[in-house]
């Protein structure tokens, strides 16, 4: 490989990151959203609350990206097993 062509490469890798990165926040800030934090938290409708969902989307988005990237990292190690 050139190096013209791995740098095209770590590109087009780094922005799927990104991108299912944040596929994966917006999927965990609709998921919170079904979640009754009035339950929890002393004022649901504050600013700090809506700061608090922003955050827990934040990580568990992050998490399930690094799921899904880790995981097809694997698989794609499994064909060298056979």
Known sequence: MTDNTLAQS???????SILITLVCITLAWLCL??????LFLKQP?????K???IF??????YELGRFLMDYFSWS???PGLF
């Open 10 to 16: 770590m590109a087009i890798s780094g922005l799927g």
């Open 33 to 38: 959203q079904q979640f009754r934090f009035d």
């Open 45 to 49: 409708k504050s600013p700090m609350a």
């Open 51 to 53: 700061l608090l969902q």
């Open 56 to 61: 827990l989307s934040i990580v568990l988005g």
């Open 76 to 78: 794609q190690l499994l």
